[in-house]
């Protein structure tokens, strides 16, 4: 109950305690949940009480996995669209509900998702830089549209760009790039 952390796994308990049986893990968590003292919000996911991060709880459902996308975009104001969906980069690709919250899980490659490169932790979250999300995102989608790119730093852009060993993306940030110089040398 001391961890700073808001969201708990079945197994960051047992680490936590220093219990190497999961099971009596899982039955000191049940009790913990019927006396109040936790909240269950997926099966093996506890929260210490309703005012934990959202963020967190996306991040430890599918691991590896970091907060990207529209999410990022939207809050560095790259896009004017709000969603309500938390969007992840995750091996899986999924849309859940937990607590009411929607949750989209988008898969990316192995060795995209491994590369912590321009992903930042936050409040025990890791989330994506606005050049990693306008990357991740380039990376999933043949076309995209973005509102507004006068905010990413494109040395950090053309920085992360190995990251993702694809040659369609290279085009494609290219063409960004010229589009963003065009309308900014008026």
């Given at each position: 109950m001391r961890s700073?952390?808001?969201v708990f796994t079945t197994k960051d308990i047992a680490?936590?305690?220093g219990e190497k049986n999961e099971t009596k893990a899982r039955v000191r968590l049940s009790n913990y949940v019927?006396?109040?003292k936790l909240i269950r919000v997926r099966r093996g996911i506890y929260v210490k009480d309703k005012n934990y991060d959202r963020y967190e709880l996306a991040t430890r459902i599918f691991?590896?996995?970091?907060?990207?996308?529209?999410t990022v975009l939207t809050r560095a104001g790259i896009n004017f669209q709000y969603y309500e969906n938390i969007f992840v980069a995750s091996y899986i690709t999924r849309d859940i509900v937990v607590d009411g919250q929607n949750i989209s899980f988008i898969k990316m490659k192995d060795y995209v998702l491994s590369d912590t490169s321009g992903i930042e932790s936050v409040q025990d979250a890791p989330i994506a830089t606005k050049e990693r999300a306008f990357l991740d995102r380039i990376c999933i989608s043949n076309d995209y549209h973005f509102d507004h790119l006068d905010v990413l730093d494109w040395e950090k852009v053309i920085e992360l760009l190995p990251?993702?060993?694809n040659k369609r993306m290279n085009?494609?940030?290219r063409k960004y790039f010229e589009y963003y110089n065009a309308h900014n040398a008026i």
């Open positions: 700073p952390m808001t680490l936590l305690w019927k006396i109040g691991t590896p996995a970091y907060i990207s996308f529209e990251i993702y060993r085009a494609k940030v």
